[in-house]
């Protein structure tokens, strides 16, 4: 056994460790005997203490115990912390796992068209999406909106110069983005899908943070900002980058696309920084 498949097993005892020592059961033995021993886990003292101690990888069926003895289910943090443990050190490999993430992710992000949303855009749209502040604006706001909307009411919310906007408007219109709808009114024909964390950055993405910067100081305000300035291990703390992601996507629950006095496009970003190794 590789070094370094034994140190992702050794990491899964050592969650181990801790959740049983969380749920009140103070050594090894102790929460074997509790739970009934082999009738319970399905494998003898031995087999199981060697899991505990980082010997040899926890298998599935033994796992399966552990999340109901734990209780793993009722607290998502440590539910995925087990899950993460588990899985790295099942697999031996932290590249197979980002893998199975990111497809899962991905999976979850793009629901089929029956619920609401677009296929993809393709990558010459994005680009002509993203190749001025005028169309990436005009065809998010018409996209989000679902309404028809005239030049005069787009510089109004946009606060763009109207010979700019109809350049704009000609341009997406052009790809078939968005179509007319009644005289004068345009309205999108392409509702793209939500965007993921889980999605690779793009890469113009100095440029898109340009235009939210731009539109902030314009026509918006921060809201929340909450830093926080940690020293840790950057192996142990990607571990909690999912949860991260995780949180700021749970915001989703009050997208709904409806028009409210108060309704805006918010922008909901996180960030870990690595500023200095020591």
């Known amino acids: 056994m590789s070094s370094e498949r034994r140190a992702k097993i050794e990491r899964f005892a050592s969650a181990l460790r801790r959740l049983r020592r969380d749920a009140g059961h103070s050594t090894a033995r102790a929460f074997y005997r509790t739970q009934g021993g082999q009738r319970f886990f399905g494998c003898g003292y031995k087999a199981y203490v060697n899991v505990e101690r980082g010997k040899s990888a926890p298998q ?30 099942s697999l031996g490999s932290r590249e197979l796992l980002d893998f199975a993430a990111r497809s899962l992710c991905a999976a979850r992000a793009n629901p089929p068209a029956s619920a ?8 010459a749209q994005q680009r002509l999406i993203h190749d001025s502040p005028e169309q990436y604006w005009v065809f998010h706001l018409l996209a989000q909106d679902g309404r028809a909307r ?8 946009l606060d763009f110069p109207e010979a700019s906007l109809r350049a704009a408007i000609d341009s997406l219109s052009r790809a078939g983005l968005i179509g007319r709808d009644g ?43 909450h830093p926080l300035f940690l020293r840790a291990s950057e192996r142990e703390f990607s ?3 999912q949860h991260l992601g995780d949180s700021a996507l749970g915001a989703e629950r009050c997208a709904d696309g409806e028009h409210a006095p108060d309704s805006a ?7 870990v920084r690595k500023l200095l190794p020591f």
Do not use: C, H, T
Not at 150 to 157: F, M, N, P, V
Not at 265 to 270: C, S
């Open 60 to 89: 599935p069926a033994l796992a399966e115990k552990l999340v109901a003895a734990l209780r793993v289910a009722l607290d998502p943090v440590r539910a995925r912390d087990f899950v993460v443990a588990y899985l790295e050190a």
């Open 116 to 123: 609401g949303y677009a296929a993809p855009l393709s990558a």
């Open 265 to 271: 496009l918010f922008l909901v970003q996180v960030w």
């Open 183 to 225: 005289p004068g009114r345009f309205k999108a024909k392409v509702v793209p899908p939500k965007a993921r964390l889980a999605e690779p950055v793009p890469p113009n993405l100095a440029k898109l943070e340009k235009y939210w910067d731009e539109m902030e100081n314009r026509k918006g305000r921060l809201i929340l900002e």
């Open 150 to 157: 005239d030049i005069d009411e787009l510089a109004s919310l």
């Open 239 to 241: 571990q909690y980058f």
